[in-house]
Structure formats: structure tokens, C-alpha cells
């Protein structure tokens, strides 16, 4: 497997089972699998995201048995490292319903170039009053809306504003457009919750504030990866990131 699939898969395991742990979830991981289950009112954030099994239909029903005790939806993140290679099949067959592919993508940070706008400011997030800002913000666009974005918001409080947490807020003439977290792990920055609001979009924003938040991020990586949705792709690809991988994603609701 390519080293920076990898990467991406590590980085964004490693941001789901902390926020996961800060949220109270229940965390296995054995070598066998990786799991932060009912930390998190929201699926995506109740997750499997690493497993080499041999026997996985009997890992899936101890996941679901988890979520139904937990009262939460969850989903399996199944990454090109997964074994066994039928994870798709075996989890459609316990229920599970297929909930799309991320693209896996990376760049060199030293290829990618900051980019100005008139009347942008981009500023790390550093004070209670700042992530306020920025949860209110998240809040306006991205995902499930308030309900995730009050969520990562108590989740960013028990973690405070250090690394290898990174949050920046974009503000255009002043009012706040846009987000971003960069989570690091060694030699990696990953880029999440990248979000402009419905009525600032197609400015160049969520580009601006990427290209911020991975120029940061050099005194201490050499890669940025993420995971983006359908519409984020071109962006990404103009800053320079190129596809490395998919996550394919798997949610259990009942």
C-alpha cells in the first residue's frame, strides 16, 4: 500500500478515536481492530478504523451490539489496510448501508503556495471566545449542522488549543465565512472540517484557508492529507493535492 494511503488512514484514525476518548466512547483496540464507539451523537465520529480479522462477521455484530447499547448510529471507515478484503460485502449483509467514498488525498507542503484575497483574514483559533466564533460558524454549513458543530466544539474544549490541534477561522471584511482544523501526527498535518458558509462560497475561500492552514503547518510536517467529499476535489486538486487512496464508508442506523 502507497505510504501516503497510509498516512492518510492513520492521521484520520488517530483524530477520530481522541475525539472519540474526549467524547467518553468505548475504545478497542487490540490489534485486531480499532474502534471508538458512542462518543458521539453523530455516525461518522462512532467509528471503525482499522481492522485485520479472521473472523469479521463476528467483529461486526460486536460493533452493532456496542452501538445499540450506546443508543448511536455508527460507521465503519474501511480503508485499504482492512482485512479481509470482503469487509463491503460482509458488512452490507449485517445491515449496514453503503454511505459513499472519500478520496484519500496528500501533498507536499512545500509545493502548495499561500494565496491572498481583499478583505480575507485567516487567524489561528486561540481563546474560548474564538472557537465560539468558529463552532457558530461551522455550525452554518457543514455536516449535520449545530448539532455536529456543538459537538466538536465540547470536544475542542477538553483539548484546548495546542498541538496537535490546530483550528483556523477565515473572515471576510470582518464576518466569519470559514473553518478549518489541521490534526497532526509525525511528519503529517491532516486537514479537517474545511467549510465555507453557504453565502461567502465560490470566492475562494475554502481554498484560501486550506492553503493557510497547510503552510502552518511546515515547522512540523512534510504531507498534508485529507479525505474530501465530491465537491472539495477540484479544489484540492488545484492546490496541489493528488488522490492516494479511498476510504469507503459504512453506517449501521437503527
Given at each position: 500500500?502507497?505510504?501516503?494511503?497510509?498516512?492518510?488512514?492513520?492521521?484520520?484514525?488517530?483524530?477520530?478515536?481522541?475525539?472519540?476518548?474526549?467524547?467518553?466512547?468505548?475504545?478497542?483496540?487490540?490489534?485486531?481492530?480499532?474502534?471508538?464507539?458512542?462518543?458521539?451523537?453523530?455516525?461518522?465520529?462512532?467509528?471503525?478504523?482499522?481492522?485485520?480479522?479472521?473472523?469479521?462477521?463476528?467483529?461486526?455484530?460486536?460493533?452493532?451490539?456496542?452501538?445499540k447499547?450506546?443508543?448511536?448510529?455508527?460507521?465503519?471507515?474501511?480503508?485499504?489496510?482492512?482485512?479481509?478484503?470482503?469487509?463491503?460485502e460482509?458488512?452490507?449483509?449485517?445491515?449496514?448501508?453503503?454511505?459513499?467514498?472519500?478520496?484519500?488525498?496528500?501533498?507536499?507542503?512545500?509545493?502548495?503556495?499561500?494565496?491572498?484575497?481583499?478583505?480575507?483574514?485567516?487567524?489561528?483559533?486561540?481563546?474560548?471566545?474564538?472557537?465560539?466564533?468558529?463552532?457558530?460558524?461551522?455550525?452554518?454549513?457543514?455536516?449535520?449542522?449545530?448539532?455536529?458543530?456543538?459537538?466538536?466544539?465540547?470536544?475542542?474544549?477538553?483539548?484546548?488549543?495546542?498541538?496537535?490541534?490546530?483550528?483556523?477561522?477565515?473572515?471576510?471584511?470582518?464576518?466569519?465565512?470559514?473553518?478549518?482544523?489541521?490534526?497532526?501526527?509525525?511528519?503529517?498535518?491532516?486537514?479537517?472540517?474545511?467549510?465555507?458558509?453557504?453565502?461567502?462560497?465560490?470566492?475562494?475561500?475554502?481554498?484560501?484557508?486550506?492553503?493557510?492552514?497547510?503552510?502552518?503547518?511546515?515547522?512540523?510536517?512534510?504531507?498534508?492529507?485529507?479525505?474530501?467529499?465530491?465537491?472539495?476535489?477540484?479544489?484540492?486538486?488545484?492546490?496541489?493535492?493528488?488522490?492516494?487512496?479511498?476510504?469507503?464508508?459504512?453506517?449501521?442506523h437503527?
Amino acid at each position: 500500500m502507497d505510504d501516503l494511503a497510509q498516512a492518510v488512514e492513520h492521521n484520520a484514525a488517530e483524530l477520530l478515536m481522541r475525539m472519540g476518548a474526549a467524547g467518553g466512547g468505548t475504545q478497542r483496540d487490540d490489534g485486531e481492530v480499532r474502534w471508538t464507539i458512542g462518543g458521539s451523537p453523530i455516525d461518522y465520529h462512532n467509528a471503525v478504523v482499522a481492522a485485520d480479522l479472521s473472523k469479521a462477521d463476528h467483529v461486526i455484530a460486536e460493533s452493532v451490539e456496542l452501538m445499540k447499547a450506546h443508543g448511536v448510529p455508527g460507521t465503519w471507515h474501511v480503508g485499504p489496510s482492512m482485512r479481509p478484503h470482503n469487509l463491503a460485502e460482509r458488512l452490507l449483509a449485517a445491515g449496514f448501508t453503503d454511505d459513499g467514498r472519500e478520496p484519500a488525498m496528500a501533498v507536499e507542503i512545500a509545493q502548495v503556495t499561500a494565496q491572498t484575497s481583499p478583505g480575507l483574514e485567516i487567524a489561528r483559533v486561540r481563546t474560548e471566545q474564538d472557537l465560539a466564533v468558529w463552532v457558530d460558524t461551522l455550525g452554518r454549513g457543514f455536516g449535520e449542522g449545530p448539532t455536529e458543530a456543538a459537538w466538536v466544539g465540547r470536544i475542542y474544549r477538553q483539548q484546548g488549543f495546542d498541538d496537535p490541534w490546530r483550528h483556523y477561522l477565515a473572515r471576510l471584511d470582518g464576518e466569519p465565512v470559514g473553518t478549518a482544523t489541521v490534526f497532526l501526527t509525525p511528519g503529517v498535518a491532516g486537514l479537517y472540517f474545511v467549510m465555507t458558509v453557504p453565502e461567502a462560497r465560490r470566492q475562494g475561500i475554502g481554498a484560501a484557508i486550506t492553503q493557510y492552514a497547510v503552510r502552518a503547518a511546515a515547522d512540523v510536517a512534510r504531507y498534508a492529507v485529507l479525505e474530501s467529499s465530491a465537491a472539495g476535489q477540484p479544489v484540492y486538486r488545484r492546490i496541489g493535492f493528488r488522490e492516494v487512496g479511498e476510504i469507503a464508508l459504512y453506517a449501521f442506523h437503527w
